[in-house]
């Protein structure tokens, strides 16, 4: 299983969980104030996880609307 994760510091990250009791896969790409802090705020995100039709990879992309104004 995949996650996003979006962090109230502005952090985002792409997790694969290999096995619900083992944990996550480590050294997953992130981003460090990807976005303005969170704190006290309403934010959209969307998160989309797709294989390739020709089975050669995974493509992860993550939308976040900052200021909740769906934009």
């Given at each position: 299983m995949?996650s996003s994760?979006?962090?109230?510091?502005g952090?985002v990250?792409f997790?694969?969980?290999?096995m619900?009791t083992i944990?996550?896969t480590?050294k997953?790409?992130?981003?460090?104030?990807?976005?303005?802090?969170?704190d006290?705020?309403?934010?959209?995100?969307?998160?989309?996880?797709?294989?390739?039709?020709n089975g050669?990879?995974?493509?992860?992309?993550?939308?976040?609307?900052q200021?909740?104004s769906?934009?």
């Open positions: 995949r994760n979006t962090y109230e510091t952090r990250k997790e694969k969980d290999l619900h944990g996550y480590t997953d790409p992130e981003k460090e104030q990807a976005i303005l802090k969170l006290r705020k309403w934010v959209g995100i969307k998160a989309v996880f797709y294989n390739l039709s050669r990879g995974v493509i992860l992309k993550q939308w976040i609307d200021d909740a769906n934009t």
